[in-house]
């Protein structure tokens, strides 16, 4: 990734050019910032461009939230006892095999910086997560893209990247932007075959979105592979992503060695309260699985009476193909409907569209069929 902004002040050229050459990255367009743009009453808006749950938050987390903001004066419990304690409770894992973050990409890039250094390779699938490459070229390690295949990662491509120089590789499961899933049986045959000095950064941000049947076992995996380092989010099916929380379950010594790069303060009391409580409410995260199957559904619905290709998903999202995507998407922003372009992760014709409530979806359709046939 390179950026094209020129730099021109001195102190700015001091530094380091694999820092010069990092795109930052860019997030879903705020509703408030298009209102602008468009002259739109913000009302009228439909964001379905970020992966957010369209059910809010937990009641649990609503009422945590305003019980934490009575004591804000207070700087927050560095350690996160309480929220480490209800995750290992949780998820069965031991307290100290637990890393806390400000959103999973802190914890991607905690162990970026306490593992990579210039010199070493990280690998990732093409069409990945724009954040692997970002938090590898910010320790000036250089990054390896290896092709998708259909869309999704070729592990046995990625373990024919492996040199002596790779130090991490990342696997997104589901993957974003394309939703597609890698196969349990596959994915730890993969672990099995990867070097005991190369870390696998698993990264689950979607898993809670998965079937029972799909859901992950890779926390059990643990135990037989200390390089492997998971992480999870509180931002998509608990709908705590303007809080930014998330948390990485791994080996012992590889959380004391990313607790040790960490921020003193890196989650704020207000999400570490509103985490615990939302990991209490397991009807809220059932309601928000099914919205999301509903949703789908309905979607891929309305893509197969337009007559659209789309890569079948199993997060909270599909992308879906159009020509002129690039032009499609503007008139979308024009009537109010904000989805996500992914021609930076080379898929120029394509957008991405979250699911949303059924009324958001069927809005989004109905945008989208008008504009086609306006192209006709």
């Known amino acids: 990734m390179s950026s094209s902004n020129q730099i021109h002040s001195a102190v700015a050229k001091l530094a380091p050019e694999y820092i010069k050459a990092i795109a930052p990255y860019q997030g879903g367009k705020p509703i408030s910032e298009l209102a602008r743009e468009m002259g739109l009453q913000v009302e ?59 959103g999973s990409n802190d914890i991607l890039e905690l162990a970026a910086r306490a593992f990579l250094t210039a010199g070493c390779e990280t690998i990732y699938s093409q069409h990945a997560f724009a954040v692997y490459p970002l938090v590898t070229q910010a320790t000036g390690a250089t990054g390896v893209v290896v092709p998708a295949e259909n869309y999704g990662h ?16 990342f ?45 992950s076992e890779a926390i059990a995996w643990l135990s037989e592979f200390d390089n492997l380092i998971i992480s999870r989010t509180f931002s998509k099916a608990y709908g705590l992503a303007g809080l930014r929380v998330g948390f990485g379950l791994c080996h ?55 007559g659209l290709e789309y890569i079948p998903s199993f997060a909270n999202f599909v992308s879906f193909a159009v020509r002129n995507a690039t032009q499609v998407n503007q008139k979308l922003l024009q009537n109010g409907v904000i989805v996500r372009p992914i021609a930076n992760y080379e898929m120029p014709d394509y957008l991405r569209v979250s699911i949303g409530l059924f009324s958001e979806n069927a809005r989004f359709l109905e945008v989208l069929e008008q504009i086609l046939k306006s192209n006709e």
């Open 44 to 102: 009228v808006i439909v964001k379905l461009a970020s992966n957010e749950n369209p059910l809010g938050i937990s009641p649990k987390a609503d009422y945590a939230i305003q019980e934490a903001v009575l004591d804000i004066a207070r700087y927050p419990d560095g350690n996160s006892f309480a929220l480490r304690d209800a995750v290992s409770k949780k998820f069965s894992i031991a307290p100290n095999q637990l890393v806390f973050g400000n």
């Open 154 to 169: 070729d592990l046995t491509a990625m373990l024919a990247a492996i040199t002596p120089k790779t130090r991490m590789i």
């Open 252 to 306: 012992a010594d590889i959380a004391d060695l990313m607790n040790r790069v960490r921020q003193p303060f890196n989650v704020n009391s207000i999400a570490q309260a509103a985490a615990v409580a939302s990991l209490a409410d397991d009807d809220f995260v059932e309601r928000s699985y099914a919205l999301n199957q509903a949703g789908m559904a309905q979607l891929t619905q309305g893509f197969n009476k337009l």
């Open 171 to 215: 696997v997104a499961n589901p993957n974003n932007p394309t939703g597609t899933l890698l196969g349990k049986d596959e994915l730890l045959a993969f672990l099995r075959q990867v070097p005991k000095t190369v870390l696998v950064m698993l990264d689950e941000a979607y898993d809670e979105y998965l079937s029972a049947a799909n859901k």
